[in-house]
């Protein structure tokens, strides 16, 4: 019954910024995590960013940090990628995931995730 819902793509000049963001809804939602994939033209589904609902504690791919920065409002059950200096290999279909389980798993793997929303499409121009 966990529904995601992303909203905030769309086209920006490199150099630019975007946020992202995911409403998450449900009866309950009280996930272990939070996360950010990316798949760009051509390419698998890679990790981009994520969250540890509670602890606030966050990860980052290598070629992102400095530039994107998570959050989230545990009050709305959104999370947020705030996306700076972008660069056209940004370029990509954003999907938000969240994970139920509290089992110790590696955060940045895809199957780690339960739930997934539709994405939404960033572009780059150069």
């Known amino acids: 019954q966990v529904q995601l819902v992303e909203s905030g793509g769309g086209l920006v000049q490199a150099g630019g910024s975007l946020i992202v963001s995911c409403a998450a809804s449900?009866?309950?939602?009280?996930?272990?995590?939070m996360g950010w994939f990316r798949r760009a033209p051509g390419k698998e589904r890679e990790f981009v960013a994520a969250i540890r609902w509670s602890a606030g504690i966050t990860y980052y791919a290598d070629s992102v940090k400095g530039r994107f920065t998570i959050s989230r409002d545990n009050a709305k059950n959104t999370v947020y990628l705030q996306m700076n200096s972008l660069k056209p290999e940004d370029t990509a279909i954003y999907y938000c995931?969240?994970?139920?389980?509290?089992?110790?798993?590696?955060?940045?793997?895809?199957?780690?995730?339960?739930?997934w929303g539709q994405g939404t499409q960033v572009t780059v121009s150069s």
């Open positions: 449900g009866r309950t939602f009280s996930p272990f995590a």
């Open positions: 995931a969240a994970r139920a389980s509290i089992t110790l798993a590696t955060i940045g793997r895809v199957s780690t995730y339960d739930y």
